[in-house]
């Protein structure tokens, strides 16, 4: 590495190290005049005439109705809503992302009705109605509400391409990672990057030139945001060996002194096919980082890059064992990681220099650290971590000297209110109800006893301010914060959708095993020699590397959704599985599509010969109409209309083949291929679905909603298909791609292009999305069944 460079970087982290000292000297100082005692009680007797509340009337009124558990994301946010208090819990957890993510300062008019704004905004999609599970509205930050929102801003495409890396990312975190936190870090670093961006730029802003700029921040934001699960947390696991993580080290070092990534030498661990892929990944978003820094902005960006990576360093080398740092070498490195990693994020943007920005974070960051250190402190002393908390449990009987990090942090309290923000009343109030939150939320989480071991140990020495600060503990209300519930909401929300996705994935393994079991046509007494081939001839293509999504979902919805028997439905698993083979035969047929392969072999006109396969195809038809008149469980109505509903749907699929056959060659219009693909291929997913419902005695409106869902989801599904014909790979589809272009036939791609074309397939899945959600059952299988839909390979 070039000595010059080397001397320059240690240079900047000196000059933000001097600066660290001289912010943690006057922090000391007031620490050791008990400055923060006085000034905050005087704080909290003020503050607290809005947060301690005698019961009313109301109060009891409203308790009655049942105060929602806070982690309770739903039913929470409609009891905040019918108590009244929604507003101001939106307006200080807003009030509070300004103050700590922004760099804002709450005395400004401009803040304040940029606040407003933003909490109004807010409110437009949470789940205020109780009529429905979430009120009908698709999840905020769900795939589907964060698509909606990229069209309402015209960045679609960069949504799509940022789900796909979420994608990628999530599948390359290794055992030994929190995966859930990973990515919850990663999205909140991207949604911090998007509301600077959002920030910078004025009302008279053209649309294009907005689009732009949020295109930017979310590539910028996830650039950025990838240095977290990837440096950060990777570097802090065990999953790298000590000489692996010297030599990524190095490698991020040498990246941030040169402004050149190095390319990836021999690797000596274990670890090779991830480094490579981490390596390849951050890369392209360092380049990107590169491209997109403006002239004149300086060397910013890897000034604090620098600055936050040596700082973490210092920190991550530290060993709990050694009893002899001072109190400097505690608390030096985290002003420094805590306030660069938040200056990095305008760097990112470089954007334009604020007044006072730089000046308010710096200060800022310690106080949210060690409010996150004290959180953790336990799980840290397990990992053998050096916080000021875990390095003061260990040592404070035997070092007096070392100063106590909670009493710290009610003087960073009290420096912030008073000497940063100049003692401004909404900047007091949010900033203690963080605090004082934060201490409830530790005490609900460690229990009473576990909770009151950790005070007194940490006891600040004023007994009287320690009394005070328990006792808002205890009484405190209105203190909690959205961004908090979100957080919670979003990580549960990652495990449950892992955990049902697991479920999904198995259940559909089990079930698509015992639906190949039963599909085979067998032969008995009745069977002719003459029927004999043709029974051969269908089971050969029943017998292919099929999906079996169909009989899936029907048995998914019949049995999870309407309680119907297992075995009382697989007649009608066995007739949807035989009607979509026949479908099948007959579009591979040479008067058709003329396909060699299907399901990864040969075609059955390629194995037998045309005539063979049409007379499998008939006898396919006719076996599943046979096998819906078998289902004798149930009540010979309702039997009656199904098979009424099936011929009528067999008799459209049919239309959408031969729309098919007429179009080649032909350039159809959007709106007459989403009804030739309905017909060919989202009818079959209805009837899926309709098919239990029927046997189960729904009403029309419950169809009505199952028909809605599966004419999106089978359009996406689709188009889909139509860019795996041209995207895909013979080995993962099973059939040979570029088909559509051989037959000439109109597809998504053709009409659209293959952007266009994705865009169409999650306007689909989120108008699919949303039926969902208005629909009295809430199954999680069609939720994954529809993720599966667009993010399949084959």
């Given at each position: 590495?070039?000595?010059?460079?080397?001397?320059?970087?240690?240079?900047?982290?000196?000059?933000?190290?001097?600066?660290?000292?001289?912010?943690?000297?006057?922090?000391?100082?007031?620490?050791?005049?008990?400055?923060?005692?006085?000034?905050?009680?005087?704080?909290?007797?003020?503050?607290?005439?809005?947060?301690?509340?005698?019961?009313?009337?109301?109060?009891?009124?409203?308790?009655?109705?049942?105060?929602?558990?806070?982690?309770?994301?739903?039913?929470?946010?409609?009891?905040?809503?019918?108590?009244?208090?929604?507003?101001?819990?939106?307006?200080?957890?807003?009030?509070?992302?300004?103050?700590?993510?922004?760099?804002?300062?709450?005395?400004?008019?401009?803040?304040?009705?940029?606040?407003?704004?933003?909490?109004?905004?807010?409110?437009?999609?949470?789940?205020?109605?109780?009529?429905?599970?979430?009120?009908?509205?698709?999840?905020?930050?769900?795939?589907?509400?964060?698509?909606?929102?990229?069209?309402?801003?015209?960045?679609?495409?960069?949504?799509?391409?940022?789900?796909?890396?979420?994608?990628?990312?999530?599948?390359?975190?290794?055992?030994?990672?929190?995966?859930?936190?990973?990515?919850?870090?990663?999205?909140?670093?991207?949604?911090?990057?998007?509301?600077?961006?959002?920030?910078?730029?004025?009302?008279?802003?053209?649309?294009?030139?907005?689009?732009?700029?949020?295109?930017?921040?979310?590539?910028?934001?996830?650039?950025?945001?990838?240095?977290?699960?990837?440096?950060?947390?990777?570097?802090?696991?065990?999953?790298?060996?000590?000489?692996?993580?010297?030599?990524?080290?190095?490698?991020?070092?040498?990246?941030?002194?040169?402004?050149?990534?190095?390319?990836?030498?021999?690797?000596?661990?274990?670890?090779?096919?991830?480094?490579?892929?981490?390596?390849?990944?951050?890369?392209?978003?360092?380049?990107?980082?590169?491209?997109?820094?403006?002239?004149?902005?300086?060397?910013?960006?890897?000034?604090?890059?620098?600055?936050?990576?040596?700082?973490?360093?210092?920190?991550?080398?530290?060993?709990?064992?050694?009893?002899?740092?001072?109190?400097?070498?505690?608390?030096?490195?985290?002003?420094?990681?805590?306030?660069?990693?938040?200056?990095?994020?305008?760097?990112?943007?470089?954007?334009?220099?604020?007044?006072?920005?730089?000046?308010?974070?710096?200060?800022?960051?310690?106080?949210?650290?060690?409010?996150?250190?004290?959180?953790?402190?336990?799980?840290?002393?397990?990992?053998?971590?050096?916080?000021?908390?875990?390095?003061?449990?260990?040592?404070?009987?035997?070092?007096?000297?070392?100063?106590?990090?909670?009493?710290?942090?009610?003087?960073?309290?009290?420096?912030?209110?008073?000497?940063?923000?100049?003692?401004?009343?909404?900047?007091?109030?949010?900033?203690?109800?963080?605090?004082?939150?934060?201490?409830?939320?530790?005490?609900?989480?460690?229990?009473?006893?576990?909770?009151?071991?950790?005070?007194?140990?940490?006891?600040?020495?004023?007994?009287?301010?320690?009394?005070?600060?328990?006792?808002?503990?205890?009484?405190?209300?209105?203190?909690?914060?959205?961004d908090k519930l979100l957080r919670d909401h979003i990580i549960a929300n990652f495990k449950d959708d892992r955990e049902e996705r697991e479920v999904f994935k198995d259940m559909v393994e089990t079930m698509r095993n015992e639906i190949n079991d039963f599909l085979?046509?067998?032969?008995?007494?009745?069977?002719?020699?003459?029927?004999?081939?043709?029974?051969?001839?269908?089971?050969?293509?029943?017998?292919?590397?099929?999906?079996?999504?169909?009989?899936?979902?029907?048995?998914?919805?019949?049995?999870?959704?309407?309680?119907?028997?297992?075995?009382?439905?697989?007649?009608?698993?066995?007739?949807?599985?035989?009607?979509?083979?026949?479908?099948?035969?007959?579009?591979?047929?040479?008067?058709?599509?003329?396909?060699?392969?299907?399901?990864?072999?040969?075609?059955?006109?390629?194995?037998?010969?045309?005539?063979?396969?049409?007379?499998?195809?008939?006898?396919?038809?006719?076996?599943?109409?046979?096998?819906?008149?078998?289902?004798?469980?149930?009540?010979?109505?309702?039997?009656?209309?199904?098979?009424?509903?099936?011929?009528?749907?067999?008799?459209?699929?049919?239309?959408?083949?031969?729309?098919?056959?007429?179009?080649?060659?032909?350039?159809?219009?959007?709106?007459?291929?989403?009804?030739?693909?309905?017909?060919?291929?989202?009818?079959?997913?209805?009837?899926?679905?309709?098919?239990?419902?029927?046997?189960?005695?729904?009403?029309?409106?419950?169809?009505?909603?199952?028909?809605?869902?599966?004419?999106?989801?089978?359009?996406?599904?689709?188009?889909?298909?139509?860019?795996?014909?041209?995207?895909?790979?013979?080995?993962?589809?099973?059939?040979?791609?570029?088909?559509?272009?051989?037959?000439?036939?109109?597809?998504?791609?053709?009409?659209?292009?293959?952007?266009?074309?994705?865009?169409?397939?999650?306007?689909?899945?989120?108008?699919?999305?949303?039926?969902?959600?208005?629909?009295?059952?809430?199954?999680?299988?069609?939720?994954?069944?529809?993720?599966?839909?667009?993010?399949?390979?084959?």
């Amino acid at each position: 590495m070039n000595d010059k460079l080397q001397k320059n970087a240690d240079a900047c982290y000196r000059l933000a190290e001097n600066e660290a000292v001289e912010y943690f000297t006057s922090l000391t100082g007031q620490l050791a005049n008990k400055i923060y005692a006085t000034t905050l009680t005087k704080d909290i007797q003020n503050w607290k005439q809005n947060h301690i509340h005698h019961n009313t009337f109301l109060t009891l009124f409203s308790r009655g109705k049942g105060k929602s558990d806070s982690r309770d994301y739903y039913n929470y946010i409609q009891w905040l809503d019918y108590t009244g208090k929604l507003d101001n819990y939106l307006e200080r957890s807003i009030s509070y992302i300004f103050l700590r993510d922004l760099g804002k300062s709450l005395d400004s008019y401009h803040t304040q009705n940029r606040i407003r704004l933003v909490v109004d905004d807010i409110k437009e999609h949470l789940p205020l109605s109780t009529a429905t599970g979430n009120g009908g509205k698709v999840e905020m930050f769900s795939m589907a509400g964060l698509y909606r929102w990229a069209q309402k801003e015209g960045v679609e495409s960069t949504m799509i391409w940022l789900m796909n890396k979420l994608k990628i990312v999530s599948s390359n975190i290794p055992k030994g990672m929190n995966s859930e936190e990973a990515k919850r870090k990663l999205i909140k670093i991207i949604a911090g990057v998007i509301l600077h961006q959002i920030e910078e730029m004025g009302e008279e802003e053209t649309a294009e030139e907005r689009t732009r700029k949020l295109d930017e921040a979310i590539r910028l934001g996830y650039s950025y945001g990838l240095t977290y699960p990837f440096i950060d947390d990777l570097l802090d696991s065990g999953v790298l060996s000590l000489e692996e993580k010297k030599q990524y080290s190095d490698l991020i070092r040498t990246t941030l002194v040169t402004g050149v990534v190095p390319e990836l030498e021999a690797w000596s661990g274990n670890n090779k096919g991830l480094i490579n892929y981490i390596h390849l990944e951050l890369r392209e978003a360092f380049s990107y980082i590169q491209a997109c820094r403006r002239q004149g902005t300086g060397d910013n960006f890897f000034d604090q890059s620098y600055v936050f990576f040596h700082s973490q360093e210092v920190d991550r080398e530290k060993d709990l064992l050694n009893e002899n740092y001072t109190n400097e070498e505690l608390y030096i490195p985290i002003i420094l990681k805590s306030a660069s990693s938040r200056l990095i994020v305008r760097a990112v943007l470089s954007a334009e220099e604020d007044d006072g920005f730089d000046k308010r974070t710096f200060f800022y960051g310690i106080y949210n650290q060690l409010a996150d250190d004290f959180a953790d402190m336990f799980d840290d002393l397990e990992a053998g971590a050096v916080t000021p908390y875990t390095y003061y449990m260990k040592y404070h009987h035997s070092r007096p000297d070392l100063i106590n990090p909670f009493e710290l942090y009610w003087t960073v309290i009290s420096n912030l209110i008073h000497n940063v923000y100049h003692s401004d009343t909404k900047t007091r109030d949010v900033i203690l109800n963080r605090a004082i939150n934060g201490l409830k939320r530790y005490k609900e989480r460690m229990g009473d006893k576990k909770y009151d071991e950790v005070m007194e140990l940490f006891a600040t020495g004023n007994p009287k301010f320690d009394r005070l600060i328990q006792r808002m503990v205890r009484k405190a209300d209105d203190v909690d914060f959205f961004d908090k519930l979100l957080r919670d909401h979003i990580i549960a929300n990652f495990k449950d959708d892992r955990e049902e996705r697991e479920v999904f994935k198995d259940m559909v393994e089990t079930m698509r095993n015992e639906i190949n079991d039963f599909l085979h046509i067998r032969e008995n007494d009745d069977v002719s020699i003459m029927e004999e081939p043709i029974m051969d001839a269908s089971n050969y293509s029943l017998q292919g590397d099929g999906k079996r999504l169909r009989p899936i979902m029907t048995w998914v919805m019949g049995v999870h959704e309407y309680g119907l028997d297992q075995s009382a439905i697989v007649p009608l698993l066995k007739s949807l599985e035989y009607m979509h083979t026949a479908s099948l035969i007959f579009d591979d047929l040479p008067s058709q599509d003329n396909s060699p392969v299907r399901r990864g072999r040969p075609t059955l006109h390629h194995m037998y010969n045309t005539a063979t396969a049409e007379l499998a195809g008939l006898y396919l038809t006719q076996k599943a109409v046979e096998e819906q008149a078998s289902l004798e469980q149930f009540d010979p109505e309702a039997v009656l209309r199904l098979i009424r509903y099936s011929a009528g749907k067999t008799t459209d699929m049919c239309k959408g083949q031969a729309m098919d056959l007429n179009s080649k060659g032909k350039r159809l219009t959007l709106e007459q291929l989403n009804t030739m693909c309905f017909y060919k291929t989202g009818i079959a997913f209805e009837a899926s679905l309709v098919m239990p419902a029927i046997l189960a005695g729904k009403q029309e409106g419950e169809l009505k909603a199952l028909k809605r869902f599966a004419y999106h989801a089978g359009i996406a599904f689709q188009i889909k298909d139509d860019l795996l014909d041209v995207e895909g790979e013979f080995a993962s589809l099973g059939k040979p791609i570029g088909k559509d272009i051989e037959n000439n036939n109109s597809t998504f791609v053709s009409i659209l292009g293959a952007e266009d074309a994705r865009k169409a397939m999650w306007d689909h899945y989120c108008t699919a999305m949303e039926t969902l959600q208005e629909m009295q059952h809430k199954t999680p299988y069609l939720k994954h069944f529809l993720n599966y839909i667009v993010n399949r390979d084959n």
